[in-house]
């Protein structure tokens, strides 16, 4: 296992294979104007399957595959499934927007996909369409159906926001007094692709959790699994639990055991950092494993401390969420 400047392992692999979507939540991309990556741009699944080899050879085992919207990109089940073959990788999970995702549901079960987290931030079809602007809420609760009719193991993500969902918050929680799911509130982070435009943080962690407590008295903090971003409480007596991130505040780096490769194939060691380095030109300059292996090296003994020392080595964020897959 590797372990960074500051002591920390890298075991986990946010890995973007696309920066394309078929929904434009305000909070990740601007309504209009988007350029998106040239294909040739992209990393290729050929080339992502080796940056995975070498990873997991350095101690990577655990990857979450999300975008963009990972089902937009043609050839992901296939993809998906060479991964889980790959020595060394032990979990494989995704992230999704649920709009394509449900009769893939069953094809997900058969190659044992860990787990799968699905982003709602409301269950009112008009908020849903306001936020994300397009009116997919039906599909994305069909998926959800299909995935807790199928076992599979779901996170729920919500970012909560003023005025767009916050009425949302007791609805959302309610869902885990029947289902085995954990609904996670996420704070508002800057990645709109707006520029440097930072959004009011009205609903910070402390403000969610007092929000929960004041509906739910007898709200209980649970131990959270090592190296997890979330506070995770239960509601007595009900079946799943509840994550609060503090993605803005950021009170959990620490702990941060996690790399990403963009769509465009920059590796960054933090979510606030600004790409470290140019993997694609690495791969397509003829590097060899052991050249990769080494650059990779190096840049895990250059971590910043925290969200916060990142963003500062390069100032305010610009970028859209949906190049870096959250
Ligand atoms: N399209 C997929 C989806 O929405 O689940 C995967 C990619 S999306 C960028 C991953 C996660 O990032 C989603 O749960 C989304 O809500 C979250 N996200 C995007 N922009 C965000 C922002 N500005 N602040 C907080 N979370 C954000
Ligand atoms: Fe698309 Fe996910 Fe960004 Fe929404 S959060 S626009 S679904 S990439």
Redesign the pocket.
Known sequence: MIFDNHNRPITYLRL?VTDR?N?R?F??MPEEGIKYLPKNQLLTYEEMERLVRVLARLGVSKIRI?????FVRNGLIDFLWRLKATEGVEELHI????VLTEPLVPELVRMGIGSV???I?TLDRERFRQITRRDELPAVLGTLDALLANDIPVKL???VMEGKNSEDLPLLAELTRAHPVEVRF???????GEGSHY?VLNWTHRRILQELQLLYPGLKRQTDSPFSTAATYRIPGYRGTIGIIA??TRTFCGTCNRIRLTAQGTLKTCLYDNGVLDVRALLRSGATDAELTAAFLKAFGHRPKNGFEAEHERGPVTE???T???
């Open positions: 973007a979507c929904l939540c909070y990740c999300t975008g963009g919207e990972p992230t999704t927007n649920g987290n699905l982003s931030d993500n919500a970012v996420i704070e508002e982070m800057p990645f709109n959004p993605a803005f859209s969420m949906s870096i897959g959250g």
